[in-house]
């Protein structure tokens, strides 16, 4: 059944208006809580973001593959306290697919939106735009947001026989 719902699971940039039911964000946050990170530090936080007007400032956050977050239904913003654990990038990343994997278990589409080291405009970072916005301190870093509703697009589950196993090696390389 997991092999199953990762095969049907991709990145879903277009959503309707359907409102994600609060029993529904609070599978996928207490999911991102139950996320591994190392030493069991948790040096991620989840920002969750439903309001549309601030969803559409958030999907102005970047210059490219940010502006499908203006759609979506919830917007859950992964950030850190990088002095907490040298790997809170890692952990943030386990913690990003997480929720993206308790979003689809609940026939919700997500899409990651890369947030750290990405520019905004040709003087601030995009980081520094959703901290300044969100009045997030400064001492995190914002590792991505999760865009997640209701799809209004289908997309084809991936075809077994066109995975990569070229790029699986055994023994060694």
Same mark, same amino acid.
């Given at each position: 059944?997991?092999?199953?719902?990762?095969?049907?699971?991709?990145?879903?940039?277009?959503? =309707?208006?359907?409102?994600?039911?609060?029993?529904?964000?609070?599978?996928?946050?207490?999911?991102?809580?139950?996320?591994?990170?190392?030493?069991?530090i948790?040096?991620?936080?989840?920002?969750?973001?439903?309001?549309?007007?601030?969803?559409?400032?958030?999907?102005?956050?970047?210059?490219?593959? =940010? =502006?499908?977050?203006?759609?979506?239904?919830? %917007?859950?913003?992964v950030?850190?306290?990088?002095?907490?654990?040298?790997?809170?990038?890692?952990?943030?990343?386990?913690?990003?697919?997480?929720?993206?994997?308790?979003?689809?278990?609940?026939?919700?589409?997500?899409?990651?939106?890369?947030?750290?080291?990405?520019?905004?405009?040709?003087?601030? =970072?995009?980081?520094?735009?959703?901290?300044?916005?969100? %009045?997030?301190?400064?001492?995190?870093?914002?590792?991505?947001?999760?865009?997640?509703?209701?799809?209004?697009?289908?997309?084809?589950?991936?075809?077994?026989?066109r995975?990569?196993?070229?790029?699986?090696?055994?023994?060694?390389?």
């Open positions: 059944m997991y092999y199953d719902m990762l095969k049907a699971r991709r990145s879903i940039r277009k959503f =309707s208006d359907r409102e994600v039911e609060k029993e529904k964000l609070d599978i996928i946050l207490k999911s991102a809580l139950l996320s591994p990170s190392s030493r069991s948790r040096p991620w936080e989840f920002v969750t973001v439903r309001d549309k007007e601030t969803l559409k400032k958030l999907s102005e956050s970047k210059h490219h593959g =940010s =502006s499908f977050l203006s759609d979506a239904n919830l %917007g859950i913003v950030i850190a306290d990088p002095e907490k654990c040298d790997v809170w990038v890692e952990d943030c990343s386990i913690a990003s697919i997480i929720i993206q994997l308790a979003a689809e278990s609940q026939g919700l589409g997500s899409c990651w939106i890369q947030i750290r080291e990405r520019a905004h405009n040709e003087t601030e =970072s995009a980081e520094t735009y959703i901290k300044n916005m969100l %009045g997030i301190p400064k001492k995190y870093c914002v590792l991505s947001i999760i865009a997640i509703g209701y799809p209004d697009e289908e997309k084809d589950a991936y075809d077994e026989n995975l990569p196993y070229d790029k699986l090696h055994f023994e060694g390389f």
